[in-house]
C-alpha cells in the first residue's frame, strides 16, 4: 500500500471520529413527527424507521406549512428509515416535507425484521386501503408485475412485454430481499426479437435479534453510501441508536446485462451519526471511503461526507466527494486530492404560506482507469457548476404558485441560465381534481427555448385516477436560428382493485419536428 493510500486511510478515521466527539448532546423527548428525504418513482422515503415506533401497514400523514397533504402507507421498514406508498394525497410529496405518525413501541418481531442495512425496495404507488398495522406474522411483502409497452415512431416501432418480481421476507435471524425484472422487445416488421433478464437485487442478510449487528450476502446496495451503486459480495454493519458502522468488499456487475462480473473489484467502510430518535432537531453525518480496481489497476479512490438536518421549517442536505490521485492520474496533472461532486439543497418554510428553496451542484466527471484506454477519448474535466433558487407560495387552500432560476456553466452543453413559473389548483371546490401549469424559459450557449405544460387529475370515485396533461416545447438553434417545435398530449388511468391489485393504462401522442411517436402502456401489479 502506498503512502498517500495509508494517508487516505488515516483521513477517514479523522473524519469519523471528529463528529463523533463534537456531537455528543442529547436532545429532548420530541413529538411524532419526521421528513421526508428522498423520492424514488412513486415510492417516498422518510427518516423514520422501525427503532422509532412505525411499522409496515402504518398510515402516516404528510404536511406542508402545517397544513394535511395526504396520507401515506408504509411498505417497507429498516431501523431509522421507511419506504410509502402514497394513499389519496392532494399532490405528490416532496423532499422535506413534514410527516405525522403516532409512535408505538417496536416488539422484538418488529426490530429482527428491521432491514438496517439492507437497502428498501421501491414499491410500486399504488392507492390501497385503509391501513392499520401489520401483525408480526406478516413476514412477507412483495409486487408481482406484468406490463406491455408499445412504441409506433414515423412507421417503425416495437412491442415490450416485461415481468417483474420484488419479494422482500423477513424471518427470526435471516431477511431475503429480491427484485428481478426481465422484458422482451420484438421489433415491428422484422423477424428480430430479444430477450433481456436483470437482477437488481438478490441477497440474504443474517442478524440478531435487534437487527443492530447484520451481514449480507448477494447482489445489494448500502443505503449509507450515495456514490455506490449495485455490488455482488458482502457488507456487514452495527448499528446503535445514535450511530452506526460497516465494511462492504465485492465486484460490479456488467453493466449491460448485470450479470456477474469481475473486471471491477470494490471495497470500502463508512460511519454514521445522527440525532436521537424523534428529536426535534433531527440531523445525521455520515463518513466513509470508497476504492475500486479496474483489472487490478487502481480505478477510484475517493472519500465521501454526507450530512442532512430537518425541524419544524428548514430542511438542508448536502453530499461531498473528493478523490485521491495517485500514480498514471497524477501523471496526467490531477493533484492529489481533488473535491469532484458538491450538491447541496435546502428547504425553508419561511411562513405558514411561503417556502423558499435552493442548491447547489458542481459534480464533475472523474478519471476512472477505462477513461484513457481508447486515445480518441477525451477526458472532459470541465465541472458541471449549477445552482438555483426559487420559492412556493400558498395564498388560498387550494392554490399553489412557484417560481425557480437556475444557473449554469460547463459541460457539454455550455452555459445556461433558465427560469420557471408553476401553478396547482388542488382539491378544486366541487370536484376531486387537481390542475397544474408550468412554464419555462431557456437560455443557452447553444439554444433557446420554451417549454409549457399542463395536467389535469380527477379522482372520481374509490381508487380510481384519470389524468390528461399536454404540452409544447420549442426550440431555437443560436448559430443557424432554426426554430423547430414538438407537442404532445397524454392521458392515463390508475385503479386499485381490491386489497392488492393495481392496474395502470397510459398513453402519450408527441407529434412535431421531425417527430411522429405513440406510446402505449399498461400494466397489471399484485401487491402481497
Known amino acids: 500500500?502506498?503512502?498517500?493510500?495509508?494517508?487516505?486511510?488515516?483521513?477517514?478515521?479523522?473524519?469519523?471520529?471528529?463528529?463523533?466527539?463534537?456531537?455528543?448532546?442529547?436532545?429532548?423527548?420530541?413529538?411524532?413527527?419526521?421528513?421526508?428525504?428522498?423520492?424514488?418513482?412513486?415510492?417516498v422515503y422518510i427518516e423514520s424507521g422501525a427503532l422509532d415506533g412505525i411499522a409496515m401497514g402504518d398510515t402516516l400523514e404528510v404536511l406542508r406549512g402545517g397544513e394535511p397533504l395526504g396520507r401515506l402507507i408504509v411498505r417497507f421498514?429498516?431501523?431509522?428509515?421507511?419506504?410509502?406508498?402514497?394513499?389519496?394525497?392532494?399532490?405528490?410529496?416532496?423532499v422535506g416535507d413534514a410527516v405525522r405518525f403516532t409512535p408505538a413501541a417496536a416488539a422484538p418481531d418488529t426490530l429482527a425484521s428491521a432491514a438496517s442495512g439492507v437497502p428498501l425496495p421501491a414499491a410500486a404507488a399504488a392507492p390501497g386501503p385503509k391501513a392499520t398495522r401489520a401483525s408480526a406474522a406478516h413476514r412477507m411483502r412483495g409486487r408481482i408485475g406484468a406490463s406491455w409497452l408499445r412504441v409506433e415512431s414515423q412507421g417503425s416501432g416495437y412491442s415490450q412485454p416485461a415481468l417483474?418480481?420484488?419479494?422482500?421476507?423477513?424471518?427470526?435471524?435471516?431477511?431475503?430481499?429480491?427484485?428481478?425484472?426481465?422484458?422482451?422487445?420484438?421489433?415491428?416488421?422484422?423477424?428480430?426479437?430479444e430477450g433481456i433478464g436483470r437482477v437488481y437485487r438478490m441477497s440474504l442478510s443474517f442478524h440478531d435479534a435487534s437487527a443492530s449487528r447484520r451481514v449480507t450476502l448477494g447482489r445489494q446496495t448500502a443505503p449509507s453510501l450515495a456514490a455506490l451503486s449495485l455490488f455482488d459480495g458482502v457488507h456487514a454493519s452495527l448499528g446503535r441508536e445514535r450511530w452506526s458502522a460497516g465494511i462492504f468488499a465485492g465486484t460490479q456487475p456488467d453493466p449491460e446485462r448485470y450479470r456477474v462480473s469481475g473486471d471491477i473489484v470494490e471495497s470500502g467502510g463508512y460511519m454514521e451519526w445522527r440525532s436521537r430518535p424523534r428529536a426535534e432537531r433531527r440531523w445525521t453525518l455520515t463518513s466513509g471511503a470508497i476504492a475500486s480496481f479496474d483489472h487490478g489497476n487502481v480505478n477510484r479512490d475517493h472519500m465521501f461526507v454526507q450530512a442532512s438536518y430537518a425541524d419544524r421549517a428548514l430542511w438542508a442536505s448536502l453530499a461531498q466527494e473528493v478523490d485521491l490521485y495517485t500514480g498514471w492520474k497524477r501523471e496526467m496533472g490531477e493533484p492529489l486530492l481533488s473535491p469532484s461532486s458538491t450538491f447541496l439543497t435546502a428547504r425553508a418554510q419561511v411562513t405558514r404560506m411561503l417556502t423558499l428553496n435552493g442548491g447547489l451542484d458542481t459534480r464533475r466527471n472523474v478519471l476512472l482507469f477505462s477513461d484513457p484506454a481508447t486515445p480518441e477519448t477525451e477526458f472532459d474535466d470541465s465541472y458541471h457548476d449549477g445552482a438555483w433558487i426559487g420559492g412556493e407560495l400558498a395564498p388560498a387552500g387550494h392554490l399553489r404558485l412557484g417560481a425557480d432560476a437556475r444557473f449554469g456553466a460547463g459541460?457539454?452543453?455550455?452555459?445556461?441560465?433558465?427560469?420557471?413559473?408553476t401553478g396547482e389548483v388542488l382539491r378544486i371546490p366541487g370536484l376531486e381534481a387537481d390542475a397544474r401549469w408550468r412554464s419555462t424559459r431557456f437560455v443557452g450557449d447553444r439554444s433557446t427555448e420554451w417549454l409549457h405544460s399542463g395536467g389535469l387529475t380527477v379522482r372520481p370515485f374509490g381508487q380510481t385516477q384519470l389524468g390528461v396533461n399536454a404540452g409544447v416545447r420549442t426550440v431555437q438553434d443560436v448559430i443557424s436560428l432554426v426554430e423547430t417545435r414538438v407537442r404532445w398530449e397524454g392521458a392515463?388511468?390508475?385503479?386499485?382493485?381490491?386489497?392488492?391489485?393495481?392496474?395502470?393504462?397510459?398513453?402519450?401522442?408527441?407529434?412535431?419536428?421531425?417527430?411522429?411517436?405513440?406510446?402505449?402502456?399498461?400494466?397489471?401489479?399484485?401487491?402481497?
Open 411 to 421: 459541460g457539454e452543453g455550455g452555459g445556461y441560465h433558465s427560469w420557471t413559473a
Open 77 to 94: 421498514v429498516s431501523s431509522h428509515r421507511a419506504s410509502c406508498d402514497t394513499l389519496g394525497v392532494a399532490e405528490l410529496p416532496q
Open 1 to 43: 500500500m502506498s503512502a498517500a493510500r495509508v494517508a487516505f486511510a488515516a483521513a477517514l478515521m479523522v473524519a469519523a471520529l471528529a463528529p463523533g466527539m463534537a456531537w455528543s448532546g442529547e436532545g429532548s423527548p420530541p413529538p411524532a413527527t419526521t421528513r421526508v428525504s428522498y423520492l424514488a418513482g412513486g415510492s
Open 164 to 193: 417483474d418480481v420484488r419479494v422482500d421476507a423477513a424471518a427470526a435471524a435471516a431477511d431475503l430481499a429480491v427484485d428481478i425484472r426481465s422484458r422482451r422487445t420484438i421489433y415491428t416488421g422484422t423477424d428480430l426479437q
Open 492 to 528: 392515463d388511468l390508475s385503479v386499485g382493485v381490491g386489497r392488492s391489485w393495481y392496474l395502470m393504462l397510459s398513453a402519450e401522442r408527441d407529434h412535431g419536428f421531425q417527430t411522429e411517436d405513440l406510446h402505449v402502456y399498461s400494466g397489471l401489479s399484485w401487491l402481497f
